[in-house]
């Protein structure tokens, strides 16, 4: 199995990263959002309500 960041043979201890280095490649792109499914947009989440004015 070859390093899905830079192609090399991936190490036992990275799996399926060849290095620490490569595995962190990874993870920075996952939080960057780099990574997506390809589809239609979805509707974001209702925004949280807003509070009633106190009625008198």
């Known amino acids: 199995m070859s390093c899905p960041v830079c192609r090399k043979d991936s ?5 399926p990263f060849c290095s620490k280095r490569c595995a962190d490649i990874d993870l920075g792109r996952w939080l960057r959002g780099a990574y997506v499914i390809p589809g239609t947009a979805q509707e974001e989440d209702d925004p949280a309500p807003t509070p009633e004015p106190p009625k008198h």
């Open 11 to 15: 190490d036992p201890a990275y799996r």
